[in-house]
């Protein structure tokens, strides 16, 4: 996975690809699929054409439990825009490089996207977040990217975009709008009450989850969210010229607690501490993550159909 990534390479998959597609398809949209939301590709309507990202040379396979590996070819809404749809991504905590991680955005630009709708896992960590709740992100904090850990870096491709980029417009206005706008429409018919918001994603490289102190240190430097992916793919995109649209999911709530201290603990006698929550409390793991992100996904497909008409409108 240390092979660099050329404009070559990139070209022989996306020629590779077309070769296998009807002529003339184009796919307009892109969309990831974040952990647990593969339910996302029921909203892709037929003909639909699936291509095992094994079958696409340079493609990084995803090892994660949750994510599939699977290139699906549809149309999307009531206008049938072309979408492609990423069912499984790659992670930089999977030992791959940030650059071959973010080679299926590259592709995918080459094959025509335009814009690309990412969804993700995420931890909350806005008090005023429910699990279960989606935030439309609008800005982000790339932990890796301050200390040089970037897609980015290396050679420039200067077939898709300049050296240097700005970020400060990544989060596109129009179609943060057209999410509401559909959001608004759809939670009138929703059985039970979950809410939209909108906030800033923190990338951090994982795997593990993080600390109460890392989890009070990235709310104070105001992230509202916590996650292990979505932002390289968003510079890429942005080094593409390619719109985005990235939602998270709330799958749990990070725990800012500081836990039970020493004082506690010669309080309680035997180790229970009597002033803060114990340390099992709201623990993060992977089975309520996925669990969340599967019962949600009914929510997040009803929001990239409700996204419809807005290809129109690209
Ligand atoms: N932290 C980091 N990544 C995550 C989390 C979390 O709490 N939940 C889902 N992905």
Known sequence: SDTPITFESI????????SILPPGFVPEIGIICGSGLSALQQAVKG???EVPYSKIKGFPISTVHGHA???????IGSSNTPVVLMNGRAHYYEGNTLQS?????????????????????????EPAYNVGDIVVINDHINFPGLAGVNPLRGPNL????????????AYDLELRRVAHLAWGELSK???????????VYAFVGGPNYETRAECRMLSKLGADLVGMSTVPEIIVARHCGVRVLAL????????????????DLKLAGVGVNVLHGALDEGKANHEEVLETS????????ASCLGLNPFPKDL
């Open 47 to 49: 003909p639909r054409y």
């Open 69 to 75: 590996g699977i290139l699906v070819f549809g149309f």
């Open 294 to 301: 599967r019962n949600a996904a009914e929510g997040i497909k």
């Open 11 to 18: 070209t022989e998959s996306a020629d590779g690809l077309k």
């Open 248 to 263: 998270s999911l709330v799958t749990n709530s990070a725990v800012l607690d500081p836990g039970p201290r020493g004082d």
């Open 101 to 125: 991680s973010t080679f299926p955005i590259r592709v995918l630009s080459l094959l025509g996207m335009r814009t690309c709708i990412i969804t993700n896992a995420a931890g909350g960590l």
């Open 189 to 199: 018919e929703m059985p039970r009450k979950m809410a939209m918001h909108e906030g």
């Open 158 to 169: 200067d077939q898709f975009g300049p050296r240097f980029i700005a970020l400060s417009d």
